[in-house]
């Protein structure tokens, strides 16, 4: 049976991807799509 | 997006690694489409913790262009971030992973940047901008490297 790919777990709430990536020194990859998660 | 590349495990692991990864539904996001100009989808901003932008990807691209800019927006977040030792080792492995693309042509042009400000020798600006438009002579950073002299 081969490997699950691994997903992108997206959040949802910009607010909170903010915080997350100020603890954790990263950049927000935001995007903007036309289809919901 | 959602079809080809998001799936792509390469994506998935690039983008989970090095990004916190948000998702905004412009239908429902009216003031955050307004606040970050996204005039079309797909539109993927790089952007900080204070919501300053420092890279844009906007059209389909396949998993290989994908992770290609994803790395250049990554290597312009930490040239802005004043990294720039971290940044040309970015744009280097750009470079030298996607060789004869586009975004290679514009890791070319960030490393001359990047090795610049880390040291202030503007020797190393041109030996990467020569290399650029040796390399990708018809391409627009190799244009844009091309400073015109005073007559």
């Given at each position: 049976?081969?490997a699950?790919?691994?997903?992108?777990?997206?959040?949802?709430?910009?607010?909170?991807?903010?915080e997350?990536a100020a603890?954790?020194?990263?950049a927000?990859?935001?995007?903007?799509?036309?289809?919901?998660? | 997006m959602?079809t080809v590349?998001?799936?792509?495990?390469?994506?998935a692991?690039?983008?989970?690694?090095?990004?916190?990864?948000?998702?905004?539904?412009v239908?429902?996001?009216r003031?955050?489409?307004?606040?970050?100009?996204?005039?079309?989808?797909?539109?993927v901003?790089?952007?900080?913790?204070r919501g300053?932008v420092h890279?844009?990807i906007?059209g389909?691209?396949?998993?290989?262009?994908?992770?290609?800019?994803?790395?250049?927006?990554?290597?312009?977040?930490?040239?802005?971030?004043?990294?720039?030792?971290e940044?040309?080792?970015?744009?280097?492995e750009?470079?030298?992973?996607?060789?004869?693309t586009?975004?290679g042509a514009?890791?070319q042009?960030?490393?001359?940047?990047?090795?610049?400000k880390?040291s202030?020798?503007?020797?190393?600006?041109?030996?990467s901008?020569?290399g650029l438009?040796?390399?990708?002579?018809h391409?627009e950073?190799?244009?844009?490297?091309?400073?015109?002299?005073?007559?």
């Amino acid at each position: 049976m081969p490997a699950q790919a691994e997903q992108i777990a997206w959040d949802t709430s910009l607010e909170h991807g903010r915080e997350l990536a100020a603890r954790e020194g990263k950049a927000v990859l935001i995007d903007f799509s036309a289809a919901p998660v | 997006m959602d079809t080809v590349t998001y799936p792509d495990p390469r994506v998935a692991e690039f983008a989970s690694s090095h990004f916190v990864t948000v998702r905004v539904t412009v239908k429902t996001s009216r003031a955050l489409v307004e606040e970050y100009l996204v005039s079309w989808t797909p539109n993927v901003v790089i952007a900080d913790d204070r919501g300053r932008v420092h890279y844009r990807i906007e059209g389909f691209l396949s998993p290989d262009d994908f992770i290609a800019h994803l790395s250049l927006g990554l290597g312009r977040f930490l040239l802005d971030r004043r990294q720039f030792d971290e940044a040309a080792e970015r744009f280097e492995e750009v470079a030298r992973r996607h060789h004869n693309t586009d975004a290679g042509a514009e890791a070319q042009y960030w490393i001359g940047v990047a090795r610049y400000k880390a040291s202030h020798d503007p020797a190393r600006l041109h030996s990467s901008w020569d290399g650029l438009v040796r390399d990708h002579p018809h391409s627009e950073w190799a244009r844009k490297a091309q400073i015109p002299s005073k007559t």
